[in-house]
């Protein structure tokens, strides 16, 4: 089973700020991950797939990069609807198709 | 439009049976695997099963082979992930999500079905 990390738990960032949220994985995935977003009540959302592909209607201030086991998620210039709570999702090799912990981003 | 439209919260007792059901309208049923995911309180997202219901091909994540079964009735498109013995531990919502063709993330989300076990 792959075991996906990300770093960090909580990252506290301003309003207009960049954030950086990392994920790693324990092998390779090539460029087989996605990121969603979910905020607190709410179904997860998916914002990035294939790495650095945004889903349909996904703002241009999110981005991803990465391939391999190191993969990056970043936010240009935060909004106050963007604090929520991300996770990561490998679908290279299944089952499972495993989740990262989280990382909660809040306002600072 | 694509939806997962799930049962709604339940509240049941340790050692009772419960099946939780996901109902997709908008595609077709047949064609997509459709997975299910836990979120115990306040912790993240656990991808437990996925199903294929143009033919029931199964897969389980190890954690949760055996503790949980999941099924499809295509005929009424409704994918369903059931307990025999709930256990207290067993409490968390529960999502269904719908499997892309040829690229596997999910794109289309349920709301969740809260589950909460408790005597």
């Known amino acids: 089973e792959i075991v996906m990390t990300q770093s960090p738990a909580t990252l506290s960032v301003s309003p207009g700020e960049r954030a950086t949220l990392s994920c790693r994985a324990s092998?390779?995935?090539?460029?087989?991950l996605a990121w969603y977003q979910q905020k607190p009540g709410q179904a997860p959302r998916l914002l990035i797939y294939g790495a650095s592909t945004r889903a349909t209607g996904i703002p241009a201030r999110f981005s991803g990069s990465g391939s391999g086991t190191e993969f990056t998620l970043t936010i240009s210039s935060l909004q106050s609807e963007d604090f929520a709570v991300y996770y990561c999702q490998q679908y290279n090799s299944w089952p499972p198709y495993t989740f990262g912990q989280g990382t909660k981003l809040e306002i600072k | 439009e694509v939806q997962l439209v799930q049962s709604g919260a339940e509240v049941k007792k340790p050692g009772e049976s419960l099946k939780i059901s996901c109902k997709g309208s908008?595609?077709?049923?047949?064609?997509?695997?459709i997975a299910w995911v836990r979120q115990m309180p306040g912790k993240g997202l656990e991808w437990m099963g996925i199903?294929?219901?143009?033919?029931?091909?199964?897969r389980y994540s190890p954690s949760f082979q055996g503790q949980v079964t999941i099924s499809a009735d295509k005929s009424i498109s409704t994918a369903y992930l059931q307990w025999t013995s709930l256990k207290a531990s067993d409490t968390a919502m529960y999502y269904c999500?719908?499997?892309?063709?040829?690229?596997?993330?999910?794109?289309?989300w349920g709301q969740g079905t809260l589950v909460t076990v408790s005597s």
């Open positions: 199903i294929y219901p143009g033919d029931s091909d199964t």
């Open positions: 908008g595609y077709s049923f047949t064609s997509y695997w």
């Open positions: 999500a719908r499997r892309e063709l040829t690229t596997p993330y999910f794109e289309y």
């Open positions: 092998q390779s995935v090539s460029t087989n």
